[in-house]
């Protein structure tokens, strides 16, 4: 496998067609995206960008290229929220290091990775208050909140949920998340 530097991934990635993903020297593809996962982010995106008006926070897609805790590993979150000042790795500004959330649509094949190593990577951003995982499979929301040096597990489920984003004073229904597609309403 050819390996990377961290130069040579950003001089590529600003260029490319594709977006790619980095992890310490590797070159990661992102996959497309399915008819419910882009439904689902973007009118997540649109629920959260629509409630943080006015506010010193904000949301982008998937297009936002983030830097893990100054490490050699660049991730494209499906949404990120930011809060105050945007931080970045260089002079570019095309990599910010401050999140306060991030969330994942999840796919049957990325869904291991985002719970997993995606994850645990993500836990070393200083800044990240909550990590959210949607899924495409049912209304079922997980939100993991830091507490110290602990991660609590939050679910919601159902069309009469309401998601809390506490880092930015926020909540979304499910039933607004999932408006454009056609899935069951719970698990099991």
Do not use: H
């Not at 992890?23 to 960008?49: M, P, V, Y």
């Amino acid at each position: 496998m050819t390996r990377f530097t961290e130069e040579q991934y950003l001089e590529m990635e600003r260029t490319a067609e594709y977006k790619s993903e980095f992890d310490n020297g590797e070159i990661i593809s992102k996959a497309g995206a399915s008819f419910a996962d882009i439904n689902i982010a973007a009118d997540l995106f649109l629920e959260i960008g629509l409630r943080l008006r006015g506010s010193k926070c904000r949301a982008y897609t998937a297009d936002c290229r983030i830097n893990i805790d100054g490490r050699a590993i660049y991730r494209y979150p499906d949404i990120a929220v930011f809060c105050g000042e945007p931080k970045f790795v260089d002079a570019r500004r095309d990599n910010l290091t401050n999140p306060v959330v991030l969330i994942a649509i999840l796919s049957p094949s990325t869904e291991t990775y985002d719970r997993g190593r995606k994850f645990q990577q993500y836990q070393n951003i200083e800044s990240l208050n909550e990590y959210i995982l949607v899924s495409t499979d049912a209304m079922l929301v997980e939100r993991f909140v830091r507490q110290g040096q602990q991660w609590l597990l939050s679910s919601y489920k159902g069309r009469g949920a309401v998601l809390p984003i506490e880092a930015t004073n926020v909540e979304i229904p499910l039933a607004a998340v999932y408006a454009n597609v056609d899935i069951t309403e719970e698990l099991g």
